[in-house]
T-cell receptor, first 114, second 113 residues
Framework: EAQVTQNPRYLITVTGKKLTVTCSQNMNHEYMSWYRQDPGLGLRQIYYSMNVEVTDKGDVPEGYKVSRKEKRNFPLILESPSPNQTSLYFC?????????????FGPGTRLTVL | QKEVEQNSGPLSVPEGAIASLNCTYSDRGSQSFFWYRQYSGKSPELIMSIYSNGDKEDGRFTAQLNKASQYVSLLIRDSQPSDSATYLCAVRGSGGSNYKLTFGKGTLLTVNP
């Protein structure tokens, strides 16, 4: 089954404790992206990657890091989480940058930073 | 920063009525427009795309685009309780931003039986 998976689905952590949210897709997609969704603010792009070893900042990259060492994986790293990073996070992928509109979203990761 | 604005909602309609969802965008060069549906607690899913001025129909859904007015809308005919969800308007950027989708904040639609 074609899908985007994220782990963990739910996470409660404390300020300053480094964490990684994994994202994996099995569709051989080149383009992957991370979004955060907050009430009243909608979906905002954090980082994106157009291919292996090619990443760039989205609209709200502060406090986040990403890497793209393999085509299928695109982890999101919070080196020192803060309460303002409490949010619902979605990973998404599309075949390539030319079809970025047809994005397949993962199930989401609900993160709470205390 | 390019913006996408949606009517804030929530929008409540009776079953069988037409629900009308609106969206405006700031990037005059944008050529591609999309509607995603997001059920509570779930991830967004693409339901409609539109690229040319005018109407595009798909079952009970009709997307309307007016590039001159920088306006996109989604009409849902014969609304059903299963249509209750948040609807996100998304616009593909132009020029150097054509790899990006910018989303509106969404409009919550409730269809009452």
């Amino acid at each position: 089954e074609a899908q985007v998976t994220q782990n963990p689905r739910y996470l409660i952590t404390v300020t300053g404790k480094k964490l990684t949210v994994t994202c994996s897709q099995n569709m051989n997609h080149e383009y992957m992206s991370w979004y955060r969704q907050d009430p009243g603010l909608g979906l905002r792009q954090i980082y994106y990657s157009m291919n292996v070893e090619v990443t760039d900042k989205g609209d709200v990259p502060e406090g986040y890091k990403v890497s793209r060492k393999e085509k299928r994986n695109f982890p999101l790293i919070l080196e020192s989480p803060s309460p303002n990073q409490t949010s619902l996070y979605f990973c998404a992928s599309s075949a390539d940058r030319s079809v970025v509109d047809t994005q397949y979203f993962g199930p989401g990761t609900r993160l709470t930073v205390l | 920063q390019k913006e996408v604005e949606q009517n804030s909602g929530p929008l409540s309609v009776p079953e069988g009525a037409i629900a009308s969802l609106n969206c405006t965008y700031s990037d005059r060069g944008s050529q591609s427009f999309f509607w995603y549906r997001q059920y509570s607690g779930k991830s967004p899913e693409l339901i409609m795309s539109i690229y040319s001025n005018g109407d595009k129909e798909d079952g009970r859904f009709t997307a309307q685009l007016n590039k001159a007015s920088q306006y996109v809308s989604l009409l849902i005919r014969d609304s059903q309780p299963s249509d209750s969800a948040t609807y996100l308007c998304a616009v593909r950027g132009s020029g150097g931003s054509n790899y990006k989708l910018t989303f509106g904040k969404g409009t919550l639609l409730t269809v009452n039986p």
